[in-house]
Nanobody, 120 residues
Framework: QLVESRGGLVQAGDSLRLSCAAS????????MGWFRQPTGKEREFVAT???????DYADSVKGRFTISRDNAKNTLNLQMNSLKPEDTAVYYC????????????????WGQGTQVTVSS
């Protein structure tokens, strides 16, 4: 089970940190990812972290967002800095048995999503 922390409404330029608590499996065995879905659009890749800590980011967030994991606490994090209105979306955490994938279909487990709204 994956449960995201509450998102929120922030202004452009602000920072926000999302967390995802995992339970029911061996967290360290899974690659983890963050995806987002703007209203009326398809779900898109944001970032992924391998079970060994390797990271990959979408170009749109590279340099602004940082994905991290704490295997001892079964927690995934997404630090979002310099937020822009185009970052507005429902954010999802997800787990995969495969490292380095950017496609949602590679992820078997999903959180319920949390809304992040960035005002201009």
């Amino acid at each position: 089970q994956l449960v995201e922390s509450r998102g929120g409404l922030v202004q452009a330029g602000d920072s926000l940190r999302l967390s995802c608590a995992a339970s029911g499996g061996t967290f360290s065995n899974y690659a983890m990812g963050w995806f987002r879905q703007p209203t009326g659009k398809e779900r898109e890749f944001v970032a992924t972290i391998t079970n060994n800590g390797g990271t990959d980011y979408a170009d749109s967030v590279k340099g602004r967002f940082t994905i991290s994991r704490d295997n001892a606490k079964n927690t995934l994090n997404l630090q979002m800095n310099s937020l822009k209105p185009e970052d507005t979306a429902v954010y999802y955490c997800a787990a995969s048995l495969f490292n380095w994938f950017r496609v949602p279909t590679a992820y078997a487990y999903w959180g319920q999503g949390t809304q992040v709204t960035v005002s201009s």
